[in-house]
């Protein structure tokens, strides 16, 4: 392995060097200032260099007294000793400053294994959003303002039912592990809920008697929950949380349009009356909206907006929704979110949760394929003038179809298929093939 110089230790080296040699030029005595090369190594190396090169400055200043005829003279005395207590004072420093150092990396080691705990309670506790469903994309961003762990009292989830995608977003009144705890208890209750009730405000009293029965009696959450229909009705309850933010996809043009009455171009969604938050109230009230096709909601906390800078200004987020619509809605919220962190100066002072959807086209509904006959071989289907095997029988049509079903069946060249009612996801159903026999 090459040797490298140790710079600092060649810095003191050299400073000692000078000393002495102007010394010896101007034939000046500078013997006192010979302790300062141990100086400047104790702030980069470890005692045992400092105190050599401290031991080497003690010497130097006992040989000074040769070339400057001052050799046991009182002033030579002075400088040994000041010589000595630079010296001395240099190897304090370099002992103090490496038992602190040894400290930082303990506690820094300490830190990156509470950061991988709170890691896995992070995604135990708030885990992946689904970035895909029928009709929307989705996002998810968390800034926890904690420096010993990335989980605080900020909570989301999205859960997709039969009829609608269900979203929750909310805030912990606290900090630390009773804000976490509380976070938990209303995940599970909506996770519970959103399977079982089929309005957002009763969705969001089954998480109210969960908090009833676990919080302390200070202790409460604001949330927002947001049903998401696929003809694009938004279904919204508040419960002291920030309504939405609705924002139009761009026309052809690069301007934007609201999608209905109650969203604003780029501003919040109107509720009708918020509800107090979860805790403090056990009935809350509905609002309504819709979205078209390309267009983007933002949820978030209140961690987003009452971001400071150094100089005490909230965040503008007015001035930064037109970032939201550029690019996928990964892209938009990684820019919000650099952004937002610039604004407050590399430090959030509270956590912070952010939920950006987007509305996408509803997936093609299948179609059940027919069954192969032998038309598709190329065969004759029957022998002339014999009645078609394949063709329906007028008596298993679906009664509830009516001629118009029967003719827009074999409209569509698929005559044992027709549009009804059955089950299915599409909606077709198969009819029976041939002549019903009947007994008697």
């Known amino acids: 392995m090459p040797w490298k110089p140790d710079r600092a230790l060649m810095l003191g080296l ?7 040699g102007v010394g010896l030029l101007a034939n000046v005595a500078l013997a006192g200032f010979f302790g300062l090369s141990a100086l400047l190594v104790a702030g980069a190396r470890g005692p045992r260099r400092t105190a ?9 200043a006992v040989l000074s007294g040769i070339w400057d005829h001052r050799f046991g003279q009182s002033q030579h005395l002075a400088a040994i000793v000041l010589v000595a207590a630079q010296s001395a004072v240099a190897v304090w420093i370099a002992v103090h400053r490496t038992l602190r150092e040894s400290e930082l990396r303990h506690r820094e080691s300490e830190l990156r294994r509470v950061r991988a705990v709170a890691d896995v309670a992070q995604r135990a506790l708030l885990p992946e ?59 599970g209750a909506f996770r519970e809920a959103a399977v079982t009730w089929l309005e957002p405000e009763q969705v969001a009293a089954a998480c109210a008697k969960a908090v009833n029965r676990e919080a302390d009696a200070e202790d409460f959450v ?7 229909h696929p003809d694009g009705r938004l279904s919204l309850c508040s419960a002291g949380h920030h309504p939405p933010m609705h924002l139009p996809m761009r ?77 996928t809605i990964e892209e938009a919220l990684d820019r919000l979110t650099e952004r937002v962190t610039r604004h407050a100066g590399g430090h959030l002072r509270d956590d912070l949760a952010m939920l950006l959807i987007e509305r996408r086209p509803l997936a093609s509904e299948p179609t059940v394929p027919r069954q192969p006959s032998a038309a ?38 698929n005559p044992g298929h027709i549009r009804g009612n ?7 159903r198969r009819l029976r093939v041939g002549r019903s026999h009947r007994s008697g």
């Open 129 to 187: 959003v689904p970035t895909m469903l029928d009709g929307a994309r989705l996002a998810a961003r968390y800034l926890s303002a904690a420096e010993e762990a990335s989980v605080g009292g900020d909570l989301y989830e999205v859960v997709a039912t039969k009829h609608t995608i269900r979203v929750i977003i909310g805030d912990v009144r606290g900090k630390g592990l009773p804000a976490v705890r509380l976070a938990s208890v209303v995940l």
């Open 222 to 228: 604001t949330a927002l929950l947001l049903d998401i």
């Open 422 to 428: 059955g089950p299915g996801p599409s909606g077709w």
């Open 376 to 413: 598709d071989s190329g065969e004759p289907r029957t022998a002339p003038g014999a009645p078609d095997p394949d063709a329906p029988d007028p008596d298993a049509l679906d009664p509830d179809a009516g001629p118009a079903a029967e003719t827009a069946g074999a409209a569509a060249g």
């Open 14 to 20: 050299t400073v000692l060097a000078c000393a002495v």
């Open 251 to 327: 026309s052809s043009t690069g301007a934007t349009a609201a999608a209905g009455q109650d969203a604003q171009a780029g501003g919040e969604i109107r509720l009708k009356s918020p509800s107090p938050p979860l805790g403090l109230a056990e009935r809350f009230t509905p609002s309504a909206a819709r979205w078209a096709v390309g267009d983007r909601l933002l949820l978030f906390t209140d961690g987003l907006i009452e971001a400071r800078s150094p100089s005490g200004e909230f965040f503008p987020l007015e001035d930064h929704l037109d970032a939201l619509l550029d690019g």
């Open 52 to 60: 050599a090169i401290g031991a080497l400055a003690v010497v130097v």
